[in-house]
């Protein structure tokens, strides 16, 4: 084995840091891949010039390129018709509806962002759900893993397949072509759907949701109605400054004075008057305190529900906070949410948990659930906000529906193009940006806010790392490594390592980061065995997106967590059985598509 240098060994340890920065998120991963890339640059291991080829290479534009069509699909409502369409079928049939259902979002996800596809059918599968009385647990999680295994199928199905092209480009080797990937991603797709509806269906739980969001998010004894009588120290000062609001941790959903309900929304500059007639979230020990003041009475019914407030001017709404969200990290009170949305959220839903108390303070993560209510006006702002995915949408902005034909022949025209070889995959997903806002089936403003910044950034970071592996020959090491101890077994063991170990990483860790820093590996070894680089790099791009044994192994999994009241050992059931499935398939088939 040769020596290992100190470059050499400097890379190695910051490719185990970042393995663990990223499975434990103590850091946001785009920070991790930032301060490995900064690393790399103060120790010299690469050029200036070097560290920026990973926000011009051509994965990270192409990824950025496809978030734009995407999202040119979402606001036309191209695929909102077909939501339509599986709602009428699962009222009929629910089993055959079932199945339409993760047909559709798998074929879609091979074409579109997997996040984008999941977000646009999750208020369809509530809406199902509602409608055939079947718990939402038993839709949500086929809903996700339909996503994963649909993207699995082209080079645009995941920003994966498109972020391992272009490592294999950078090492000179021919690109893949649109359906490089479909043969074995067909077989994944089609045992998968027959794995969830067979022995996926009786694992995925049957989480029973409440009728009435009270119920669901527990918050009986926490919602009360009083009246501001005279004398009350609260009287012409605004809820900011009132001791009553202020001194009892008091959040005001509803001012109604001399009978009616105020028109605008309480916000902290609303003064208050005698009479006015409150209905708030309190915590129950200072409802208690509240209680003994003489300056307020308490209406006849100690027990409100979300759903006695005004639903013609008020609303409520789930808001799962998304995947690579401007907000993971930050909390209410430093994000001014009440006073930058005019919405109070009235309780939050991480994981099998809800917090209703100290709330202002608790960092918000990926795949929370935020229980909303405000003016319908305001919360329809949500529908604006990528940050969000929406469970129940309250006066959505309209689709431009006029603009669905001209929105789905730009997606097709980009297909076709990449798969004729017109134009790089690159250059047509350039093109097809560019011709969503020409045609005005999205802004500039709207462009601008589909790219998911942190996942540009995350992969601008990890290919810095993959440089630096190729720069110092660790990628070589680690590859002559894993071909001394499993190479006299052949290249099938090999392969077979490969796999299982991007399948145990990207249960951890970002999918993305998986493939980046094992992709130089897998060629690494191939090469050092003389044999064709296709079928361990196949491995490894499957792997790493096939991950279904941990809420946070991808993103369709992290939106669905809260949502669907699902637990951590929920995922483990249900997709424990799919990795031997897969592990053994990928061995047997991979070689038999991509020859050694």
């Known amino acids: 084995m040769e020596a290992i240098t100190f470059e050499m060994g400097l890379v190695l340890v910051l490719v185990l840091v970042a393995v663990v920065l990223f499975a434990t998120e103590k850091l946001p991963v785009d920070l991790v891949a930032l301060l490995i890339l900064c690393t790399l640059l103060v120790s010299g291991i690469i050029s200036p010039e070097e560290s920026v080829t990973g926000f011009s290479n051509t994965a ?163 919602l009360i109605e009083f009246t501001i009588l005279p004398g009350n120290k609260s009287v012409g000062k605004s809820l900011v400054e009132a001791p009553l609001i202020r001194d009892h941790d008091v959040a005001v959903l509803e001012i109604h004075r001399d009978g009616r309900l105020l028109h605008e929304f309480p916000g902290p500059s609303t003064i208050l008057e005698t009479g006015d007639r409150l209905r708030v979230r309190c915590r129950l020990e200072n409802i208690k305190r509240l209680k003994e003041q003489a300056s307020i009475v308490f209406s006849g019914d100690p027990h409100l529900s979300l759903s006695s407030l005004d639903t013609n001017h008020m609303a409520m709404m789930e808001a799962v906070l998304g995947p690579d969200s401007e907000f993971e990290g930050k909390t209410l009170q430093e994000l001014q949410f009440r006073t930058r949305y005019g919405a109070i959220v009235v309780a939050i839903r991480h994981g099998g948990k809800v917090r209703k108390d100290r709330m202002a303070a608790e960092p918000l993560h990926a795949g929370d659930v935020l229980l909303l209510t405000g003016t319908r006006n305001r919360l329809s702002d949500f529908s604006k906000n990528p940050s969000f995915v929406l469970v129940n949408k309250v006066n959505h902005t309209p689709f431009r529906k006029e603009k669905i034909l001209p929105a789905l022949l730009i997606v097709v025209a980009v297909v076709l193009g990449a798969a004729l070889n017109l134009m790089s995959i690159l250059g047509m997903a350039i093109l097809g940006s560019v011709a969503m806002v020409l045609t005005k089936c999205i802004s500039m403003e709207e462009a601008y806010k589909a790219v998911e910044w942190r996942v540009i950034f995350l992969l601008a970071g990890v290919l810095t790392l993959g440089i630096a592996m190729e720069n110092t020959g660790s990628a070589h090491l680690l590859s002559q490594l894993l071909v001394d101890g499993l190479g006299s077994f052949g290249p099938r063991a090999v392969l077979s390592a490969l796999f299982f170990l991007s399948f145990s990483l990207t249960n951890v860790m970002s999918n993305n980061a998986t493939a980046a820093l094992l992709a130089p590996i897998a060629i690494g070894a191939a090469q050092a065995m003389g044999i064709s680089y296709m079928p361990f790099v196949m491995a490894i791009t499957y792997a790493a997106s096939l991950s279904f044994m941990t809420p946070v192994g991808y993103q369709t999994n992290t939106m669905i967590y809260s949502v669907g009241h699902y637990r951590f050992s929920d995922f483990m059931r249900v997709g424990t059985p799919l990795t031997p499935l897969f592990w053994i398939m990928a061995t047997i088939l991979i070689p038999v598509f991509w020859p050694f």
């Open 60 to 222: 990270t534009v192409t990824v950025g390129a496809m978030f734009v069509l995407s999202e040119g699909l979402f606001r036309t409502g191209a695929v909102n018709i077909l939501g339509s369409w599986i709602s009428a079928v699962n009222r009929k049939n629910p089993s055959l509806g079932l199945i339409t259902l993760m047909l559709t979002v798998g074929l879609i996800s091979a074409v579109i962002n997997n996040t984008a596809a999941v977000a646009i059918f999750l208020p369809v599968v509530f809406a199902v759900a509602k409608d055939t009385g079947v718990s939402v647990s038993k839709l949500l999680m086929p809903l996700s893993f339909a996503s994963i295994f649909g993207g699995a199928c082209t080079l645009i199905g995941t920003s994966t397949n498109i972020l391992v092209n272009s490592i294999v480009v950078d090492h000179g080797l021919p690109a893949f072509t649109m359906f490089t990937f479909t043969p074995f991603g067909l077989v994944v797709f089609a045992a998968g759907i027959l794995y969830m509806l067979t022995l996926g269906a009786r694992l995925t739980p049957n989480h029973k949701v409440g009728d009435d969001l009270t119920d669901e998010f527990e918050l009986t004894n926490y």
